[in-house]
């Protein structure tokens, strides 16, 4: 389901369009030959002036003229190309902060139409490691942000707040499956990141081609009661199902993905992030007056691409 932007933005294209159109075809030239016969009973040019009082451009019609290129850019640009995201809470810490305006590229796994986001041109799949937007399965009027770490066919394992892939194998080619392999982890440092007071853990994870960094909470247990439980498979354990896809947070202690809710299907993909193009503070103390929206500052530092 597209947003209700999306909706708005290709109705007003579509109306302008039309209208323009309609007047290319239909109004303008009795306009033309209005302006034709008047020069015809008129000796030297008619000014401008008298020349839109002879024929008249609606307002309707110059108003459509002047905004149908702009909104069919706009269109065009967050529809196919690339759509700006902000980043409303700290899941995929330390990789994106809340404040952190990203791009996502719209095409990276195909071209979809805006309103009913059907896929028309195959582009490109996702890959393990990627971090994608999608639309939130259960609700699929909000989007998520998470990190692709299960592809379709995977067998995926989360055992002692550490990832086991076993990834998909087709018996039927004759080719070697590979075999099941830990995620593993290399520990970074323990004092850049906080989880209120307690200092968070943070690892360097090597996903695929993608190596990236992740934080884990070391005094928060790990809340297996609450997992997805898919049937025929055992607590903490997934099998990942045809044209479905398993994401996971980078801040894997405070992090609502998968593992808590499931699979996310192949038509909720949105894009893949791939830059930071503003990045803003808000370290306010809870006393002050000034709106929390108001930015205290802006880090120019996190500008750039996305791993």
Same mark, same amino acid.
């Given at each position: ?9 290709t109705v007003?294209?579509a ?24 020069q015809?009973?008129?000796?030297g040019?008619?000014d401008?002036e ?18 149908? #290129? ?13 759509? #700006? ?6 899941s ?13 590229e719209?095409?990276?796994?195909g071209?979809?139409?805006?309103v009913?986001?059907k ?10 490691? $990627? ?5 939130y ?9 998470k ?13 002692n ?25 290399e ?6 990141f906080?989880f209120?007071?307690?200092?968070l $853990? ?7 081609d ?19 439980q ?16 398993f ?5 894997r202690d405070?992090?609502g ?15 893949k992030?791939?830059?930071?193009? +503003?990045?803003?503070?808000?370290d306010?103390a #809870? ?6 929206? +108001? ?9 750039g691409?996305?791993?």
């Amino acid at each position: 389901m597209a947003n209700y932007f999306s909706i708005i933005l290709t109705v007003l294209t579509a109306a302008t369009g039309l209208i323009w159109l309609a007047d290319a075809l239909l109004w303008a030239p009795k306009r033309k030959e209005k302006i034709a016969i008047a020069q015809a009973n008129t000796q030297g040019d008619i000014d401008p002036e008298t020349l839109s009082k002879i024929a008249p451009l609606p307002v309707l019609v110059d108003n459509a003229q002047q905004i149908f #290129p702009v909104i069919a850019f706009v269109l065009i640009l967050r529809s196919f190309l690339y759509e #700006p995201f902000q980043i409303p809470s700290g899941s995929m810490k330390p990789t994106l902060l809340v404040g952190d305006f990203i791009l996502v590229e719209k095409f990276a796994y195909g071209l979809r139409d805006p309103v009913a986001r059907k896929k028309f041109v195959d582009l490109g799949e996702p890959e393990r490691g $990627d971090i994608v937007v999608f639309k939130y399965p259960p609700n699929p009027s909000q989007d998520f942000i998470k990190r692709l770490i299960g592809l379709p066919g995977d067998r995926v394992i989360y055992r002692n707040k550490q990832f086991t892939i076993k990834p998909a194998c087709d018996v039927t080619k004759q080719e070697a499956c590979e075999p099941e392999r830990v995620i593993d982890l290399e520990f970074l440092n323990r004092d850049e990141f906080f989880f209120g007071e307690l200092p968070l $853990d943070r690892f360097q994870e090597q996903l695929g081609d993608v190596t990236h960094d992740i934080l884990r909470n070391p005094y928060r247990p790990e809340n297996s009661g609450q997992y997805y439980q898919q049937p025929g498979t055992r607590i903490g354990e997934w099998l990942v199902p045809e044209g479905q896809y398993f994401m996971i947070g980078d801040n894997r202690d405070n992090s609502g993905d998968s593992r808590f809710w499931g699979f996310v299907p192949e038509d909720n993909l949105v894009g893949k992030a791939v830059a930071i193009w +503003i990045s803003f503070e808000f370290d306010r103390a #809870p006393s002050s007056w000034v709106p929390g929206w +108001i930015p205290t500052g802006v880090r120019f530092g996190r500008v750039g691409g996305i791993q």
